[in-house]
């Protein structure tokens, strides 16, 4: 008989990092969860390249709309989701904007409006508008990228540019099995903060007792690092990994007729968008 506390515990609190985490149980209503990872990908990806070249602030707020619409219908809502779209992406919209628009050449925008001025200094409403479409253009591809990113498990994608792209295998899990340090890293650095805890080591306040706690906390985990590489490295030699050159999969990720209608369907309302407001101007 095993325990196994410990590590439900740590696969608990480390879930939304792994890569081989289970996917997630919705509804039939969450579309995205049963779709094909690259259909998720292909789809909002010409509208990413496009919105870079975007200079005007519509574009961009169409496209974020559209975003939104289609994460809060196809993904399970969760009160980190509500947070990423009503709370994270705006104030980083806002922080971006107001960046740029203190960054833009007065010179090269509209001084026809004074927003204000600081002795020789002058903010103008053609620096704002700069300021507000680069932040609603950058929070637009953010969101477009979470409509794969919040939908997708690791080890699905890493089947389907096996099955569909045929990118080598050999390829594939060995970049899934580098992915999947990261949750072993932070499981590792909780123990070993515990321990440093347990035994008083570099108490104190201050920059100086945290720098200290941070380098005692570098040397043993690089030790379990390298330990970790190494059972990776002789449990993939003791399944011959790479001696062939494909592999049977026991799970397979197929791209069905409704990830055909999803790409293009978004393809042709990215298209709509785009020939509706037309930004780029006929000058």
């Known amino acids: 008989m095993t325990d196994t506390g410990p590590l439900t515990a740590a696969t608990a609190t480390h879930s939304s990092v792994d890569a081989y985490a289970p996917r997630v149980q919705a509804s039939a209503v ?13 789809a909002p990806l010409p509208a990413m390249a496009l919105l870079v070249f975007v200079r005007d602030a519509a574009t961009p707020a169409a496209f ?11 993904v399970a809502f969760t009160r980190r989701l509500a947070a990423v779209l009503f709370v994270l992406l705006p104030v980083s919209a806002l922080v971006i904007g107001f960046g740029f628009a203190l960054w833009t050449d007065p010179s090269r925008v509209d001084q026809s409006v004074v927003v204000w001025q600081l002795g020789g200094w002058t903010m103008y409403g053609g620096a704002f508008a700069v300021g507000a479409a680069t932040g609603l253009r950058l929070s637009a591809i953010v969101a477009l990228t ?26 594939g899990y ?11 890293f932070g499981h590792e650095l ?22 200290a706690r941070w ?3 570098v040397v043993p985990l690089m030790a379990g690092a390298i330990r970790h590489a190494e059972r990776v490295a002789l449990a993939m030699d003791a399944r011959a990994f790479g ?6 999969e026991r799970h397979i990720v197929p791209w069905r007729g409704r990830d055909t209608v999803f790409v293009i369907a978004f393809w042709a309302v990215s298209a709509m968008l785009f020939v509706a407001f037309f930004p780029w101007g006929l000058s």
């Open 215 to 217: 380098f005692g906390y």
């Open 30 to 42: 969450r579309f995205l969860y049963g779709l094909n990872p690259l259909a998720k990908l292909a």
């Open 174 to 184: 060995t970049a899934l099995a580098a992915f999947r340090f990261v949750p072993r």
């Open 146 to 171: 979470l409509i794969a990113g919040l939908s997708t498990t690791g080890p699905d994608l890493v089947r389907a540019t096996v099955q569909q792209l045929r990118v080598p295998y050999r390829i």
């Open 243 to 248: 001696a062939h050159p494909d592999r049977t």
């Open 64 to 74: 974020l709309l559209l975003a939104y619409a289609v994460l809060l219908i196809g």
């Open 190 to 211: 909780d123990v070993i903060r515990q321990a440093h805890r347990v035994r008083g080591a570099h108490g104190g306040r201050g920059p100086f007792a945290a720098a």
